[in-house]
């Protein structure tokens, strides 16, 4: 009867191990799992090396500004139409005296500060606001963008005084150093302080109203606008605690 032979343990025939993939780089080999994540990395950064994922994020973020834009536009308009029916019941009645002081604001004056005041006006009533504006020296089209709403506030029915002046503050510094607002410097000149230059062009502003006083008109509160971005909600703030 045959007998199978018996193979030693030491040359029996084991199966191959399991390929594994080799890192030509470092000559061994790595897990899969460690090769898997390696070949995503790999793949994912020649992805990013091209435009279209700037591009998508690019987008993305426009898209998230202009959403956001929209709701607040839409929440301003609920506000700005409330906000003035309640400018319009508090001040009803009241006259308010509107003054103010421009030097090279062209642009400012143009493309809001003149459609701001007018609104306003139109809010508390043509018939209760007075425009008092004193310009000095400008070297822009301040000038010009002043006489601009002049005219349309003649149309609204607004009273005003609207000064233009050739005066700048060079010619005032190099005039005769007299009067208010000289002083005595170290440099051993005597020299024209800001300040006092720029109350005494703000007084200016106020001078209407001795002459309107004089004449019957009074004013329940006193509002300087200058060269400032301002809206409905701002103003009543102002109006609220003005003079």
């Not at 080999?29 to 990013?48: C, G, N």
């Not at 956001?68 to 309640?86: G, K, Q, W, Y």
């Not at 005041?117 to 009533?125: E, I, K, P, W």
């Amino acid at each position: 009867m045959a007998r199978n032979p018996v193979v030693p343990p030491n040359k029996r025939r084991t199966s191959p191990p399991p390929l594994l993939p080799f890192d030509m780089a470092n000559g061994s080999y790595q897990p899969q799992s460690s090769y898997t994540v390696r070949s995503f990395r790999m793949r994912l950064r020649r992805v990013m090396r091209t435009p279209w994922p700037r591009v998508f994020i690019c987008l993305f973020a426009l898209l998230q500004v202009l959403d956001i834009v929209n709701i607040h536009l839409h929440l301003a308009v609920v506000h700005d139409s409330s906000d003035i029916m309640e400018l319009s019941r508090r001040h009803q009645g009241e006259r308010i005296y509107i003054a103010s002081m421009h030097w090279n604001d062209g642009p400012l004056i143009r493309n809001h500060w003149s459609n701001a005041v007018l609104q306003l006006a139109d809010v508390l009533g043509p018939d209760n606001v007075y425009v008092s504006v004193y310009e000095s020296g400008s070297w822009d089209d301040t000038k010009d963008a002043l006489g601009e709403l002049e005219a349309k506030l003649e149309r609204l029915g607004v009273a005003r005084s609207i000064t233009r002046s050739y005066v700048t503050h060079k010619d005032e510094i190099e005039a005769a150093p007299v009067g208010d607002g000289w002083i005595n410097t170290p440099r051993n000149k005597r020299e024209l302080r800001r300040i006092p230059f720029l109350a005494k062009l703000r007084n200016r502003t106020l001078r209407d109203l001795e002459t309107l006083h004089k004449q019957g008109v009074h004013f329940d509160k006193i509002l300087f606008l200058n060269d400032v971005v301002f809206t409905i909600q701002t103003r009543e703030s102002l109006l609220l605690h003005a003079l």
